[in-house]
């Protein structure tokens, strides 16, 4: 009886250490993933800096996929985003450079990733689909809660999410404060050029 009873004490035990396994592979790719980039991850170095062989890394991940996908989820539950929700300024042109500033802010700190893994995404296919779903969704919620209310008459709704698309463009962060711009400044050119570009067109 006493090795029955034991069993599912075992069982318990073998989870929890599989489940410290996965977090420990996961945890190294992200480190990798955010010093060198994915395209330059590789699973061996992966293996190495969780302390276990590759073949115990594609047991937990088959593929790179996989691997991916609980490193965004890991990475994500970590770092939040910015909410748009929270973005609820009645003046448009206002909520729009209030929303950017906090944006910017976020992109600063987390740079060092989210530029090497939006570097890397062209070159690694298994990384396009999801951040297809992760970034670029997140990205489409950001432009509604900025397109929200804007008193269109010659602009569509079209020529205005491309603007604040743009606007809020990781890739638009790093041009503009490049020069040695700070967040507020960048914000407030960011905005600048979405509402003159929304007048030039005769609104």
Same mark, same amino acid.
């Given at each position: 009886?006493a ?5 599912p004490?075992r069982?318990?035990?073998r989870?929890r250490a ?6 420990r592979?996961?945890?190294?790719a #992200? ?5 060198v980039?994915?395209?330059r991850?590789?699973?061996?170095e992966? @293996?190495e800096?969780?302390?276990v062989s590759?073949m115990t #890394?594609?047991?937990?991940f ?16 970590e770092?939040?985003?910015? !909410? ?7 003046d448009v ?5 209030v929303?950017?500033?906090e944006?910017?802010?976020w992109?600063?700190?987390k ?11 062209p @070159?690694?296919p ?5 951040m !297809?779903e992760l970034w670029?969704?997140y990205?489409e919620?950001?432009?509604g809660?900025?397109a ?6 010659? !602009?569509?709704? !079209?020529t205005?999410h491309?603007l604040?698309r743009?606007a ?7 041009l503009l404060?490049k020069p040695?711009?700070?967040?507020t400044?960048?914000a407030a050119?960011?905005a600048r ?6 007048d030039g067109?005769?609104?």
């Amino acid at each position: 009886m006493a090795n029955i009873s034991q069993r599912p004490y075992r069982k318990r035990k073998r989870a929890r250490a599989e489940e410290e396994t996965r977090r420990r592979i996961t945890e190294a790719a #992200v480190e990798l993933h955010g010093t060198v980039g994915p395209a330059r991850t590789t699973m061996t170095e992966v @293996a190495e800096l969780a302390g276990v062989s590759r073949m115990t #890394v594609y047991n937990h991940f088959p593929t790179e996929a996989d691997l991916f996908v609980a490193c965004s989820t890991h990475w994500a539950t970590e770092n939040p985003f910015p !909410d748009p929700s929270g973005w609820v300024e009645a003046d448009v042109s206002v909520r729009l450079q209030v929303s950017l500033e906090e944006l910017y802010g976020w992109y600063r700190q987390k740079e060092g990733m989210l530029g090497k893994v939006l570097r890397d995404t062209p @070159a690694v296919p298994a990384l396009g689909p999801l951040m !297809d779903e992760l970034w670029e969704g997140y990205m489409e919620s950001v432009v509604g809660a900025l397109a929200e209310g804007w008193p269109l008459e010659a !602009d569509g709704p !079209d020529t205005l999410h491309v603007l604040l698309r743009v606007a809020a463009d990781f890739g638009t962060w790093q041009l503009l404060t490049k020069p040695g711009t700070d967040d507020t400044r960048a914000a407030a050119l960011a905005a600048r050029m979405v509402t003159g570009a929304l007048d030039g067109g005769g609104r």
